[in-house]
């Protein structure tokens, strides 16, 4: 069955690899005419996003709670690309961030093209032993900030015939034991997005919901997932590969849109497989190895 994505984890990278590997090194700032908003941009995923948008001329608002790794992208993405690049530091898990950010960009007179919600992070463990902090935080910067953020910032996206990209998860399409309420929110992402998506046909602004599975960052850390079988000893794909992948499907005007061929196979299976035979498969998929 579908598995929980590391695609919202933020890692100490810094310096992103090639978008494409034939793209140039400018020698003056290029003229942008379109903006997108990242957030979880300081690694994984978000950070391989930023620089596609980057590479296609995009000035680039990166946002994280990191303001040295956000500086550090910037530099690499004016200095690689040519393109303007603001950084806003901001922790989303906070209540009232959301808010707080819209404002921000709104003060630097700036009106988004695109908005890329990509922060998030996971934990892991039975239910009844996790700390209910760390479970409200991560619903709160899961979905109440992507669904803040969505909603500040569509007014942008429909004067600009704009596009909406939410990162969900494969945990998105059934319930995950030792994940319960990271599963639970990747659902609810998924199925806001899909949602407001119909909403908004006919409007010219494109939104897409893209479910990685399991992705090599820094999100397992970040999940204390380390003794998880799900990940214990599995070569996973590459965040770059994730966002190159991702960002071509949102070029091409998918709704939904799940990384790799297995990934898109085990999403499909579980509409034919009783929903409790599903629970038990990912209960024995993610297990603590020991258990």
Same mark, same amino acid.
């Not at 003060?107 to 892991?124: E, I, K, P, R």
């Not at 409007?203 to 970040?222: I, R």
């Given at each position: 069955m579908?598995?929980p994505?590391? %695609? $919202?984890a933020?890692?100490?990278?810094?310096?992103?690899?090639?978008?494409? /590997?034939? !793209?140039p090194?400018p020698?003056?700032?290029?003229?942008?005419?379109k903006?997108v908003?990242? $957030?979880?941009?300081?690694? +994984?995923?978000?950070?391989?996003l930023?620089?596609c @948008?980057?590479?296609?001329?995009?000035?680039?608002?990166?946002?994280?709670?990191?303001?040295?790794?956000?500086?550090?992208?910037?530099?690499?993405?004016?200095?690689?690309?040519?393109?303007?690049?603001?950084?806003?530091?901001?922790?989303?898990?906070? =209540?009232?961030a959301?808010?707080?950010l819209?404002?921000a960009?709104q003060?630097?007179g700036?009106t988004?093209d695109?908005?890329v919600?990509?922060?998030?992070?996971?934990?892991?463990?039975?239910?009844?032993?996790? /700390?209910?902090?760390?479970e409200?935080?991560?619903m709160?910067?899961?979905?109440?900030?992507?669904?803040s953020l969505? #909603?500040?910032?569509?007014?942008?996206?429909?004067?600009?015939?704009g596009?909406?990209?939410?990162?969900?998860?494969? /945990?998105? @399409?059934? =319930?995950g034991?030792?994940?319960?309420?990271?599963?639970?929110?990747k659902?609810?992402?998924?199925?806001?997005t899909?949602?407001?998506?119909a909403?908004?046909?006919? $409007?010219?602004v494109?939104?897409?919901?893209?479910c990685?599975?399991? $992705?090599?960052?820094?999100?397992q850390?970040k999940?204390?997932?380390?003794? %998880? !079988?799900?990940?214990?000893?599995k070569r996973?794909?590459?965040?770059e590969?994730?966002?190159?992948?991702?960002? !071509?499907?949102?070029?091409r005007? #998918?709704? &939904?849109?799940?990384t790799?061929t297995l990934?898109w196979?085990m /999403?499909?299976?579980v509409r034919f497989?009783?929903?409790?035979? &599903?629970?038990a498969?990912? #209960?024995?998929?993610?297990? =603590?190895t +020991?258990?």
């Amino acid at each position: 069955m579908s598995e929980p994505s590391s %695609s $919202t984890a933020s890692s100490t990278s810094t310096a992103p690899a090639a978008c494409a /590997a034939t !793209a140039p090194a400018p020698t003056a700032m290029v003229r942008s005419t379109k903006t997108v908003l990242i $957030t979880g941009a300081s690694g +994984g995923i978000g950070l391989h996003l930023a620089e596609c @948008f980057a590479r296609d001329g995009h000035h680039v608002v990166v946002v994280a709670r990191s303001t040295p790794q956000l500086e550090a992208l910037a530099a690499v993405l004016r200095h690689r690309f040519g393109v303007p690049v603001t950084v806003i530091t901001a922790d989303l898990a906070q =209540p009232g961030a959301a808010a707080q950010l819209h404002a921000a960009v709104q003060a630097q007179g700036l009106t988004l093209d695109a908005l890329v919600n990509n922060a998030g992070y996971g934990v892991f463990g039975e239910f009844r032993n996790s /700390a209910l902090d760390a479970e409200l935080a991560m619903m709160q910067l899961n979905m109440a900030a992507l669904v803040s953020l969505s #909603k500040l910032f569509l007014p942008d996206l429909l004067a600009r015939r704009g596009q909406l990209l939410n990162v969900a998860s494969t /945990a998105a @399409f059934q =319930p995950g034991p030792y994940m319960a309420v990271y599963f639970a929110t990747k659902a609810f992402v998924l199925s806001f997005t899909e949602a407001i998506a119909a909403e908004l046909e006919g $409007t010219g602004v494109h939104v897409m919901a893209l479910c990685p599975g399991p $992705t090599a960052s820094g999100f397992q850390d970040k999940a204390a997932m380390q003794a %998880s !079988a799900l990940v214990q000893g599995k070569r996973l794909p590459s965040a770059e590969s994730v966002a190159v992948d991702g960002y !071509a499907a949102l070029q091409r005007g #998918k709704c &939904v849109h799940i990384t790799g061929t297995l990934n898109w196979l085990m /999403a499909q299976s579980v509409r034919f497989t009783p929903r409790r035979v &599903v629970t038990a498969i990912v #209960k024995m998929q993610s297990r =603590p190895t +020991g258990h």
